[in-house]
């Protein structure tokens, strides 16, 4: 009652944080902060921050300050409780998600999660709205939905979203056959504290734990097919090679791609800046306004000066030229915390906000 | 005849650097430094340079101090005079190779140059010794060496070097047919003052001007096969990606290889492990007692780690797993100023040497 | 004519940008797209640059696009034309500035400099506005302004301008005797290409040419009193350090101070809070609302984490404590290229509008 | 039994290593390898770590390879046993050394630590040879010593280590009274997994706990004088300020000092160059030839090129220049895992052998 008091108030849709202390939960509370459509009204993290204010909770690592709405706010356990708000989003690390998702969803909560404990499950959406806003639908064949309107959507992990923003406009024009790409990862992707700096200053780390078969699988469910309520995987065969590198935020990766249809570069850096899809055509808040934008300039992207295009929410494209062994050479960037994680989140959450599965 | 009779005596042969002020200059200065068979007598660089003492004229920028035998000596105009020796390492942008090697050349002297320059003409060996020793016959086709036994032989570009010293095993074994390869490319492969700061703090730059096309042909070259006097280039498909990451030394590269026959994860890495070669059996002072190491940690080769190993001449390989497209992926790194420059060169002198042609 | 009626329908005062394609005069662009007051209407750099459009002759490396307006503006010579407007933002090196500086001034324009040149000079205001605005009164008593009207203002070193920020408030209210300062200083206040990566990376460089007497000079120069048209230098001993980091944009200082009156902790935080002064109350555009922030933080402020607040114009202050020598030991923290060099030099325009000077 | 014979055999003092598997526990097994006197014979760490291979145990960092002898080695209890040799090297962190120190030293041990725990202890010497090698004779009020023989000597935090070298030669000469310093030190002072990177890359951290007392503490008891079974600090007011900065290896830090007798700058420098003591004298393995060596270059010295001077036992001093507050302003940089702590410790067993208590 006293909250859909507060609802009619102010007219925002309260959202509730999951893992709001960690990297990617400050991520979700600065770029909430002035939404129009979305507030945060609710936060949980782990047993050692439950009771305090967030301000204590968490050790905030972004550069703007904690918003003073958030700051004295009190971090709750992580189950659902009287208070929780129908829309969750979720970053807590997979061990945890598996466990603590499926509680938030069977209460009822449209659960919105940035984990990859569920992301291949045969009846979870994996959404880049601009991708495959379609694959929402799978909701419905969710056992918690048809109990009481809970439900899970995810977002892919942070080297495939911007992999699959840039062979989505390219899929559907030309076909994309195979796909080899080298990632360089900035440290933001391991979390706080993450990649310890004796590992990392000066260096490179060829390996992330199971990154390479996350990116391949879920590029392929991605670029996949709905269809009678499941998705088939799209036929791409890909192989990945993840490399972690001393950049602060944004990953960067080379990518060489074969296609179905013969290509000319024009053609397909046409269909990388004209891409506009669901999401603009929605016109979501946090939506881009040109999700795929190509730099012509022979040395760009750079994660330092491209990684904030469309408030880090664009994947940025450069140096296409022709592969000696498949058809074309590219490569890619994009914000890993933003547009790979937090601002996926939020995106996918417009969507559903949009689609009608809020309410 | 006083330049004899100094030999005579110290019994070292004498060797002039090209180009001593430079990035690789200081790093052959630093190498030959108690070098068994040779000693630096006599240090060139640009006009900028000649009539200084060394000490003045390089800004030194290696972790141990300037050799006190070379700190007082005189730097030299770039063109041979009657001080000049016999063996001429050449460290010069391909530019300046481009007009001043051939005239060291014409003058009698084996240039053992780094630069791009003349590695790709026809005549012009390019020279890894545990891949191509044999190579070096293309020697008696040069116009100088007929005219007065002076003669050039290169040694291949940084990033190329490293991934040639971990293909060329393979390709003995199995064939190798094609090869992706993406790198992250240290920054004093740009030599200095080279890369700028504000380019590569926390960024990736993911291009190398005139690298791939480079780094493409003279793998093929180098992985050639002589007969009749010219080198017939390998038939192999390569596609390179060429990144700068903040990385002081150690080119790390991500590679994918199709290979012609069927091979096992235990025969590549015995073809890795037991690789020895002409440098090695001739026991080349500067050769790594083993030239290509396969490390099985699950995140490794990494530069800050590895580069050193064999002080600096052995190539690292790690992360050996199947590729969905081809047939196997790897990580491999080589230090890009002593194997892929400096002392890839001396290496090249010392297989001079030892196959007679200093005499 | 023509310009007059430019400036009536836009409303806005239109700048030249001296120095336009430097690392300084990119933020100068940066900055004033959607400047209230003040529009970039004219740009000069070096001959090289000249007469082309500024998206070809600035090697641009912001993180934000260059703005539309601006990319096609053609780049002028840097000496004054008929289409120079009266108000100049300058940010050449102090070489350049020398001798091109004082020409547009003599043509009647008002410098706004970021330069060292003229700094020191007797007739020359060198002005932090919450500091010292009263100094611009020195403008009176140069020959241009008697002439013609033109005249010139400087904006101090990065290095003492986050330094006398913090020192300011306290000087004011308990004196400043003696000062040591060792500062951490970014590569962007070394320009572009500036230090070259090699220098820096896994580094630290003790010094900076002619930084430190600059620091000590100019931060008399900056406390002390204006009288009789003369500003006497404030009586101030300072020491400083100077350092370069490898940190992109932030100086970080580590500051101890003697005072002339007794101080306590909360005394001087609370100096430091409630700061606010001429911009702010002039309520100049670029004035952050709090020109001091201190961060009670153990570990702040850190540059990464701090240096934009206040849109780059705040300088932060931490880890106030009593000193073993003298009385309080601290941290400042300002962001060397906004409030250290482009935004210095726009607040300086805003208060010279504001005072009149521009009319 | 079995062991002495095995010490007549191998002519080498067996050692311990307590803190086995930490970052300087890697750095005593690096090395100890080849180590003239002294020979790796036992292990120990946490009891996550007791019981298996040290290959296994440890998360090795460094460079060069574990030495096969040690790598196979199984790795101990933190607790005394019957094959504990009585030489034990300590790396343990102060909370752990506080409880597991002394019960080595009270099994008869001869603890030589690099933790905080016992440094200020009235009883036990803090020693860096170069400096005090005197103090050693407070082993001899140590209760375990008159009980069996057992004590615990330790050395100084690596912050402290550089300073003290440097002050050590001016102090005697000359008398320090005042010493101003500013910090930058290396992530590898925090240990693994230590500064995450998200902390540091790009970024400065102006705190570390209890560095600076400790570091001014320790400096006046190195300083200071032995006297009836006592060390009486020196009488030196010390006020630092520490900061951690993106450097693997090499505290640099920022001085100013003011002395009791006049000086020129021709006498500092000589103080410097010319000093040369006991472990010089006595010829002790691990001790540089020159321990303090002032390099006249405008900016030096840096972490990257100077820290391994003296195989990373020399402490490389540069900028002497007047201050103006005090005397005299220079930089100081030390390597701080080898002679900051490893390093350190080895060259006070070395020490504690030559003056016989090892026997």
């Not at 659902?80 to 690390?93: E, F, Q, S, Y």
């Not at 499926?102 to 959404?127: Q, W, Y």
């Not at 012509?296 to 022709?322: F, H, I, K, T």
Request: aromatic share 6%; with cysteine.
């Amino acid at each position: 009652m006293l909250k859909s008091n507060f609802q009619a108030m102010n007219k925002k849709i309260p959202v509730g944080i999951l893992g709001a202390t960690g990297t990617v939960g400050q991520r979700f509370i600065q770029l909430l902060e002035n939404h129009p459509w979305f507030e945060v009204a609710w936060l949980a993290a782990s047993d050692r921050s439950a009771g305090k204010p967030y301000r204590d909770a968490a050790s905030w690592r972004l550069a703007t300050p904690i918003p003073a709405r958030v700051a004295g706010m009190t971090v709750n356990t992580a189950a659902p409780n009287g208070d929780t708000p129908k829309l969750i989003l979720a970053a807590l690390d997979s061990n945890a998600a598996r466990e603590i998702e499926p509680a938030f969803a069977d209460a009822g909560c449209a659960v919105v999660s940035n984990s990859s404990a569920f992301r291949m499950a045969e009846d979870v959406p994996l959404v880049i709205p601009e991708i495959n806003a379609d694959h929402t639908e799978l909701i419905k064949t969710q056992k918690w939905y048809r109990k009481n309107g809970g439900f899970m959507v995810t977002n892919p992990n942070c080297s495939a979203i911007g992999l699959v923003m840039a062979l989505g406009p390219l899929h559907r024009r030309y076909g994309v056959e195979k796909v080899f790409v080298a990632t360089m990862q900035a440290v933001s992707g391991a979390g706080y504290p993450g990649v310890p700096s004796l590992d990392i200053l000066g260096n490179v780390i060829p390996y992330i734990a199971s990154e390479e078969p996350k990116m391949e699988a879920e590029s392929r469910k991605l670029l996949g097919t709905l269809s009678n309520g499941t998705v088939k995987p799209a036929d791409v065969a890909l192989s990945a090679h993840c490399n972690r590198v001393p950049v602060e935020d944004g990953h960067t990766e080379s990518v060489s791609i074969k296609l179905s249809k013969q290509a000319q570069a024009e053609g397909i850096i046409d269909a990388w800046q004209d891409f506009r899809c669901t999401p603009q055509k929605l016109k979501l808040p946090s939506a881009p306004e040109q999700p795929v934008i190509y730099n012509p300039a022979p040395d760009r992207p750079q994660p330092r000066l491209d990684r904030d295009r469309g408030n880090g929410m664009s994947a940025v494209v450069g140096r296409l030229r022709p592969c000696n062994i498949f058809d074309w050479r590219f490569t890619v960037l994009s914000h890993n915390t933003i547009r790979g994680a937090a601002g996926a989140a939020i995106l996918n959450g417009e969507l559903l906000k949009a689609q009608g599965y809020l309410s």
